[in-house]
């Protein structure tokens, strides 16, 4: 069963950084692009991050310069988010996201990220 299991979330002080880890199961295949979304509460879905096959990434505004996108170079099933220099607004759900070139979509269950002092 096709699958992605996201680690790493969990309650951190402002000023303070977590990595993110994801997972895809290796039947899903050929992978286009991974990335990164956040959903606080009572907002939308957003894009955090996302990374082609190709290495090219695209962060989200609030996000430039504090939070690294990275694909693990042997493993290609596994995308990490490193987040630096966190605040208080970065609180959210966060979901892994895998798109194929056969135009499959999957999306993670969410981990928990909560910045509060």
């Known amino acids: 069963q096709a699958q992605l299991v996201e680690s790493g979330g969990g309650l951190v002080q402002p000023g303070g950084s977590l990595r993110l880890s994801c997972a895809a199961s290796?039947?899903?295949?050929?992978?286009?692009?991974m990335g990164w979304y956040r959903q606080a509460p009572g907002k939308e879905r957003e894009v955090v991050a996302t990374?082609?096959?190709?290495?090219?990434?695209?962060y989200g505004d609030s996000v430039k310069g504090r939070f690294t996108i990275s694909r693990d170079n042997a493993a290609k099933n596994m995308v990490y988010l490193q987040m630096s220099s966190l605040k208080p607004e970065d609180t959210a759900v966060y979901y892994c996201?895998?798109?194929?070139?056969?135009?499959?979509?999957?999306w993670g269950q969410g981990t928990q990220v909560t910045v509060s002092s």
């Open positions: 996201r895998v798109t194929t070139l056969r135009g499959d979509d999957y």
């Open positions: 290796t039947n899903i295949f050929p992978i286009n692009s």
């Open positions: 990374i082609t096959s190709g290495t090219r990434t695209n």
